[in-house]
T-cell receptor, first 115, second 116 residues
Framework: AQKVTQAQTEISVVEKEDVTLDCVYE???????LFWYKQPPSGELVFLIR??????QNEISGRYSWNFQKSTSSFNFTITASQVVDSAVYFC????????????FGTGTQLKVEL | EAGVAQSPRYKIIEKRQSVAFWCNPI?????LYWYQQILGQGPKLLIQ????????DSQLPKDRFSAERLKGVDSTLKIQPAKLEDSAVYLC??????????????FGPGTRLTVL
């Protein structure tokens, strides 16, 4: 069975602070993909990143960075110098053959960035 | 490139009524998904189509939910009769991939259903 846990329900920060969103996953498959999606108040899910299970290199894209650690089954997401526009719900998701290749989402973390 | 289109954006119905949602995927995308997102939860897959065939409908409550994808393009999701617990956002997504784990899905804006 596939499972994704996002223990942080809601995080509030002041603009320009750094913030890390945690994601822990469970799967018995050796080949899988991990994703992060952003859901702004408009409701549409926006794809942020995909990482496969064989690539543990961390990735940086502008103010966003991702830390993938297979040893702890974690795929954490850090926003540096947060901005008000980063306010949204962020979902971590997993896709693996044992789950029929469908996306299994976590429950999401609501990020609020205040001035 | 146009994104995934969904209509209506909002719908309010009484319990036991019927409702239908429409989705138009990104042109050329072979795979189409319907998700149900209950408030405070992550999206849950209801059904996955590849072209006009069903790949996975294991989490679709078939006694009241039905879906079809005519000619492998547009899709409709129907609920008949609706229950209070069906109140949720229904998201449609499409993907250019037809197989494999690589599942970059592009999501529509969703339809927010309220059942009274």
């Amino acid at each position: 069975a596939q499972k994704v846990t996002q223990a942080q329900t809601e995080i509030s920060v002041v603009e320009k602070e750094d913030v890390t969103l945690d994601c822990v996953y469970e799967t018995r498959d050796t080949t899988y993909y991990l994703f992060w999606y952003k859901q702004p108040p408009s409701g549409e899910l926006v794809f942020l990143i995909r990482r496969n299970s064989f690539d543990e290199q961390n990735e940086i894209s502008g103010r966003y960075s991702w830390n993938f650690q297979k040893s702890t089954s974690s795929f954490n997401f850090t926003i540096t110098a947060s901005q008000v526009v980063d306010s949204a719900v962020y979902f971590c998701a997993l896709s693996a053959t044992g789950g029929g290749n469908k996306l299994t989402f976590g429950t999401g973390t609501q990020l609020k960035v205040e001035l | 490139e146009a994104g995934v289109a969904q209509s209506p954006r909002y719908k309010i119905i009484e319990k036991r009524q019927s409702v239908a949602f429409w989705c138009n995927p990104i042109s050329g995308h072979a795979t189409l998904y319907w998700y149900q997102q209950i408030l405070g939860q992550g999206p849950k897959l209801l059904i996955q189509f590849q072209n006009n065939g069903v790949v996975d409908d294991s989490q679709l409550p078939k006694d009241r939910f039905s879906a079809e994808r005519l000619k492998g393009v547009d899709s409709t999701l129907k609920i008949q009769p609706a229950k209070l617990e069906d109140s949720a956002v229904y998201l449609c997504a499409s993907s250019p991939r037809t197989s494999g784990y690589y599942n970059e899905q592009f999501f529509g804006p969703g339809t927010r259903l309220t059942v009274l």
